[in-house]
């Protein structure tokens, strides 16, 4: 019987630490039945953080991956027994980071999309600052200008964010939940996460954001690069 590790982010985004049980092992990582680590994906890094047995051993977790069975591997050179008992803790500080900035790209990529025929081409989550690019042939000071202000007013409206799934069929038919051209969000047991701003947006996610843009801060684009002909990469920042 196959066995997969529980999403506990997905049903709490502010879960930073949990109880599971080991699962499988394999050289140099543990896979768990649950688990509240975060794998990656997205342009999100995975969480890091502690793991706790019942026996007294604590250890780093590195990082966290997923595997194509649904397990989500720890990377810890812990050393465990299948059955084995632990509490894990995540880097509660640096995961509110990536969900803040996780959120904020959210907007930026809507509006740029909606009204400059933005799509995303990639993206890298960060702690101090992101990094999104979009596929644009232009970018002038007052359309760099414009985004900024309109993604602050979004944020001043206080929106709450909620997420739910949907079958695979259903956004198939769906392609206004996309952001990327080429990129396709991941189905998991024949469903896709979507991630919605109330009144504001909804796209396909699968990573963690906090509940409200009153949460997110304000936002600046800091510079803004060429990476080819129709290429533009914005760094953003938040206070």
Not at 7 to 21: N, P, S
Request: proline fraction near 2%.
């Amino acid at each position: 019987m196959s066995i997969s590790t529980r999403r506990l982010y997905h049903e709490d985004d502010y879960l930073f630490e949990c109880d599971a049980m080991v699962a499988a092992i394999r050289d140099g990582a543990l896979a768990f039945d649950r688990t509240c680590y975060y794998p990656g994906g997205g342009g999100q890094p995975s969480d890091s953080g502690l793991v706790t047995f019942d026996s007294g051993l604590q250890a780093e977790i590195a990082s966290a991956s997923s595997d194509a069975d649904g397990l989500i591997w720890h990377a810890s050179s812990a050393t465990a027994a299948l059955g084995d008992r632990a509490h894990l803790a995540l880097d509660a500080a640096r995961r509110m980071a990536f969900m803040r900035y996780h959120t904020v790209l959210h907007v930026l990529n809507t509006i740029t999309l909606r009204e400059y025929g933005g799509w995303i081409t990639g993206a890298q989550i960060g702690v101090e600052y992101s990094r999104i690019d979009f596929k644009l042939e232009t970018l002038s000071t007052q359309v760099r200008d414009a985004l900024e202000r309109r993604v602050n007013e979004v944020l001043s409206s206080r929106s709450t964010l909620r997420s739910y799934t949907i079958a695979e069929d259903e956004f198939r038919a769906r392609p206004e939940l996309l952001r990327t051209l080429e990129a396709q969000p991941p189905v998991v047991d024949g469903k896709v996460r979507v991630v919605e701003i109330e009144g504001f947006d909804a796209q396909a996610c699968g990573g963690t954001h906090v509940h409200s843009t009153a949460q997110v801060g304000e936002f600046s684009i800091t510079r803004t690069e060429n990476k080819g002909r129709i290429n533009k990469r914005f760094y953003v920042k938040l206070a």
